[in-house]
């Protein structure tokens, strides 16, 4: 099987460690992968600022800015023509999903959709406190004002999670479109801090099972996110093990993704996910 790197940042990202990617590169080589997927984060949409309530840097340092994306692709695809003969690279985006901008995220990606080959479609951002924006996975003090402290339990707070989930999944995003959902219980990040249920209700899984039907008759792909290993407050992979399970009945291709934002990221938490790897079925 293809050794697959599917999730990865670089120096462009603001929240990231400044790493350079080609050393990030050169380290998955020495790893052995054969191909790596370089999914910056894609600028959030014009006005969504005004939406979004919480701490600056949620905002600021969530994706590159609109005048780096220029110096992304030049810089992606000199990486991509220098290690041809060494390993695959796919150049793209991490797309985040905000329902109320859809149009823009498709305009965005028709233009430049054309000039990808690999793209993840991810919630980062949920509506919360005063109908607001807040960043799912900024900081302890965020999660808990402006979503936790709105619901009563941990399974609405993951029901409202996994609703925008689907319906990221079932929203025309045009022709480029992204094929792979990325980090799906990524709501679980604070979760040892917090204390959140570790498990689903029956609820919430038949929200997941129309979400993965949804991605399989889709022909879409799961990212396999091995992050949430390495957050002191999650300490799990994204998704989590009850989810993974039903895709893997599903025959859903799941592609493992370091979401690496520092050459130390690369290949980590590969072993551990490796049996529920499929490139496809």
Not at 1 to 25: A, N, Q, W, Y
Not at 28 to 53: C, K, N, Q, V
Not at 134 to 157: E, H, P, R, Y
């Amino acid at each position: 099987m293809v050794k697959r790197e599917g999730h990865s940042h670089t120096e462009f990202c603001p929240h990231g460690s400044g790493d350079d990617v080609e050393l990030m590169i050169q380290k998955a080589i020495r790893l052995g992968f054969d191909t790596y997927s370089i999914t910056e984060h894609a600028p959030l949409p014009a006005g969504f600022s005004d939406d979004y309530r919480g701490k600056k840097t949620g905002l600021t340092e969530a994706a590159i800015s609109m005048s780096d994306l220029e110096p992304y692709f030049k810089k992606a695809n000199e990486m991509k023509t220098k290690y041809a003969d060494q390993i695959q690279i796919q150049i793209g985006f991490e797309v985040d999903y905000l329902p109320e901008f859809t149009n823009w995220t498709k305009a965005f990606l028709d233009e430049y959709g054309p000039r990808t080959t690999d793209n993840i479609l991810s919630v980062h951002f949920l509506k919360g406190r005063d109908g607001h924006y807040w960043c799912v996975d900024d900081t302890l003090a965020d999660f808990q004002t402006g979503l936790l402290s709105q619901f009563q339990d941990s399974q609405s707070l993951y029901r409202l999670y996994f609703e925008q989930v689907n319906r990221s999944i079932r929203d025309d995003l045009g022709k480029f479109a992204p094929q792979r959902i990325g980090h799906m219980t990524l709501i679980k990040k604070f979760q040892d801090h917090f204390r959140l249920d570790s498990a689903f209700s029956p609820e919430n899984l038949g929200i997941v099972s129309d979400i993965l039907l949804a991605i399989k008759s889709q022909g879409r792909q799961l990212d396999l996110n091995a992050a949430g290993l390495y957050k002191k407050d999650c300490n799990e992979q994204y998704p989590s093990l009850q989810i993974i399970e039903m895709a893997r009945v599903l025959k859903i291709p799941m592609i493992y993704g370091s979401d690496a934002h520092s050459v130390a990221d690369i290949g980590r938490g590969y072993h551990a996910l490796a049996d529920f790897v499929t490139d496809s079925f």
